[in-house]
Each structure stands twice: as C-alpha cells, then as structure tokens.
C-alpha cells in the first residue's frame, strides 16, 4: 500500500509538471490525494489490513496536502485522537507554511 502511495505522488507531480498552472495542479493533486490515502487508512484499519505508515502519511501532509489530511482527518474520523500524530502533524503544517513564507520571501512565489 505504501508504494502505491508513492507512486501516485509521481504520477502527481508529473500531471502538474505539464500543466499550464503547475503550482496549482499539484497543490490539488496532492490534496486529493492525501485525503483518499487518509480514506484508505482508514479503511485498513477498520478491516485489520496493512496499514500506511505515518511517516507517509505526514510526508504527504508536508508536501503541501496538508488541507486534504485535515478534510480527511475530519471526514473519515482518522488520527484525531492520536498525541504524538497529532503533535508531529501540527509540526508538519508549520514547516509546510514556512517554507511557503520563505519561498514567498526568497522571490520564488512570483
């Protein structure tokens, strides 16, 4: 499952990579994604199947879907209660924003 997961971030980033609006194709893409993989955890868990990690789940989170782990957290009613994922989850949403804040301030967001 966890290859598959990786896999379609490839295919993700290159879907984004021949659009028009790269930055915004694979920021959804990679929302969506995040959130059907949050949906799939979940569904692995309630059926006692291989689980994804949560390091792949956080990575996803840190590469910019973290508005679709947060939708899928929410929707599916996944890693809500978990501490040390929430607390390391809430970490990644900062990183994530600054890195965006500094990319914004380096020049590269124009």
Request: charged share 10%; aromatic share 12%.
């Amino acid at each position: 499952m966890n290859a598959v997961c990786y896999v379609l971030l490839i295919l993700a980033v290159g879907v984004s990579l021949i659009s028009p609006y790269s930055v915004w194709v694979g920021l959804m893409l990679i929302n969506v994604l995040t959130l059907l993989i949050y949906g799939a955890d979940k569904l692995a868990a309630r059926k006692s199947w291989r689980r994804i990690p949560e390091n792949t789940l956080l990575l996803f989170g840190l590469l910019g879907g973290w508005i679709g782990a947060l939708a899928g957290q929410q929707i599916f009613r996944h890693k809500t209660q978990k501490q040390p994922f929430r607390t390391r989850f809430m970490l990644s949403i900062a990183a994530n924003i600054a890195a965006v804040l500094l990319a914004f301030w380096l020049g590269y967001g124009r």
